[in-house]
């Protein structure tokens, strides 16, 4: 059986990948940065190790209900403490590569979720 993704025309989706960027809607993006189902915005972090508490903190004006962070090509996870004011408000958080993001993003998009992609390169 195949299975089609139905793309929403009216809400960001990754379209690609590579090693320093992602697509959005066939856009291609460079750098940090937020992506949501209706908007794209620039992250402070330039890499990994750059993460800060209020990296995280600042997600909460956009109120997701869970925010994917994608950590480049490998998976690395934060220390809780960065992640911490997203849990206290019961914001999921998953780490994963890049390209995991990238699917599960647009899955959860399809399913109208309200879902923010945090994307950082190695």
């Not at 949501?36 to 330039?46: A, D, N, Q, V």
Request: aromatic content about 8%.
């Amino acid at each position: 059986m195949k299975l089609h993704a139905d793309k929403p025309t009216h809400l960001n989706v990754f379209t690609g990948y590579g090693a320093d960027f992602v697509s959005v809607n066939q856009q291609r993006q460079t750098g940090s940065l937020l992506v949501m189902p209706t908007g794209i915005f620039p992250w402070r972090p330039k890499n990994f190790a750059d993460l800060q508490e209020e990296d995280f903190a600042a997600m909460l004006e956009h109120q997701p209900e869970v925010v994917l962070l994608g950590t480049g090509s490998c998976l690395q996870f934060p220390h809780p403490r960065l992640t911490r004011t997203l849990v206290q408000a019961q914001i999921g958080v998953d780490a994963m590569d890049v390209s995991a993001l990238c699917r599960t993003f647009n899955i959860l998009v399809a399913e109208d979720r309200h879902v923010m992609a945090a994307v950082i390169f190695d």
